[in-house]
């Protein structure tokens, strides 16, 4: 087994190095091989994903992936910024799965900006589609208007699209993983507006045929985040587009008390897999030693469950994060009175030593 190590920037090598050391207290048998991403990489190599880290994350059974990003190269043309680097291992791994589970701990709920009722026990799916929507479809740009309000006026334009295939097997995907859980889901659309999402729903309602012993929901975008505040535990699996997706598990996230305990799984048809958190590299608070590792020590274990077949090690790892929970050690995201805070390496100490 081996496991691609891709740090990035900010935060990223902070909260990486706390995953990688609770890996290695494991003992499992695999190989790590670290390589540069995103702005690091830019710095290094003139590109934010070189052709030696492709090949790198091409190879291995799993990419662990810190985040990537700073200000700083905002004016970067965009094929050379950070972000490019996601897009661009998605896009070369067909990782068109995202899985991001939102679980309130039930240390946490007083964290939460929620009140403690409406997200204690909360533990929620959002499967997002991540390899179509606005984001990577064609034509995209920027041209003078011929038609609209104002023709002549200089205007920029992007394009929402979505196949059958890939919609198909996004859902297959969502319907399988609630079989596993409380057999809901609920596909979020804007079927109203937009003639791409009237088709995701009639296409998600045809796959449901194969799935009756599963309940299917359709809920607009706009509701659905309207409920995820209001009644969030009456959700099971959330499944949607790129775009939705990328705006409602961040919302999610805020129910489990901080982006830092967010952990996000991205799988393609082959079972390999990139695992990061849902969270940017945080440059406010970078090198402060300050980053909650929580998020990405979940990556590596929803890695180890899903791309290299160590359940058991997962679950350790998981039984750990709620045991130093319980012994009250809180990074400053999720402090609160009566509990004691702790920096990036004293929290990624606290889970290894709770291995046992
Ligand atoms: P962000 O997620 O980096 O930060 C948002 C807020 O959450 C900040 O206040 C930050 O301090 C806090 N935060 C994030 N992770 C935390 C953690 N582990 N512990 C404690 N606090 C944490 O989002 P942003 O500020 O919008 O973006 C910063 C950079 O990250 C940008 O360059 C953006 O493009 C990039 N980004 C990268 C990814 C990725 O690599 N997958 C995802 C989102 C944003």
Redesign the pocket.
């Known amino acids: 087994m081996k496991i691609a190590v891709l740090p ?5 090598t902070e ?1 990486v190095a706390e995953a990688v050391k609770v890996l290695k207290a494991l003992d499992l048998k695999f190989e790590m091989e670290t390589a540069p991403v ?1 702005g690091a990489a830019y710095e290094a190599a003139g590109h934010p994903l070189p052709e030696s880290t492709l090949k790198l994350a091409k190879e291995a059974d799993a990419i662990l ?7 700083k ?2 004016t970067l043309d965009r094929p050379l910024r ?2 490019q680097a ?1 897009l661009g291992l998605r896009k070369a791994l067909g990782l068109f799965a995202n899985f991001r589970p939102a679980i309130c701990y039930e240390q946490l709920t007083h964290a939460s900006s929620l009140k403690p009722e409406l997200v204690a026990g909360l533990d929620i799916l959002i499967i997002r589609e991540l390899t179509g929507d606005i984001y990577f479809g064609q034509p995209r740009g920027r041209r003078t208007a011929v038609d609209g309000h104002f023709p002549g006026a200089e205007e920029a334009f992007d394009t929402m699209r979505y196949s059958r295939p890939e919609i198909e097997r996004i859902a297959r995907v969502a319907f399988e993983a609630a079989r596993k859980r409380g057999k809901k889901v609920t596909s979020v659309d804007k079927a109203n507006v937009l003639e791409t999402f009237q088709f995701w729903k009639d296409v998600v309602t045809e796959v449901h045929k194969d799935y009756q012993d599963v309940e299917l929901e359709h809920m607009y975008v706009d509701n659905a985040a309207m409920q995820l505040v209001k009644k969030p535990k009456a959700f099971d699996v959330i499944v949607t587009g790129n775009m939705f997706g990328d705006i409602l598990s961040d919302e999610a996230s805020m129910l489990t008390g ?3 305990m967010l952990p996000s799984a991205s799988l393609n048809d082959k079972k390999q897999g990139l695992y ?10 970078a090198g402060k030693g ?7 020590i979940l990556s590596a274990a929803m890695m180890l469950r899903f791309s290299l077949n160590q359940g058991e090690a997962a679950a350790r790892i998981e039984a750990a994060v709620q045991k130093v929970l319980a012994q009250g050690l809180r ?3 999720i402090y609160s009175e009566g509990t004691t805070k702790v920096g990036t390496a004293q929290m990624g100490d606290a889970v290894v030593k709770a291995l046992g």
């Open positions: 990035g920037d900010g935060i990223g909260i995103g992936f810190g985040a990537v990003g700073d200000w190269y905002d950070p972000e996601i901080s982006i830092g990061e958190p849902s969270h940017g590299s945080a440059p406010d608070i300050v980053a909650n590792p929580l998020a990405t990074t400053p995201d």
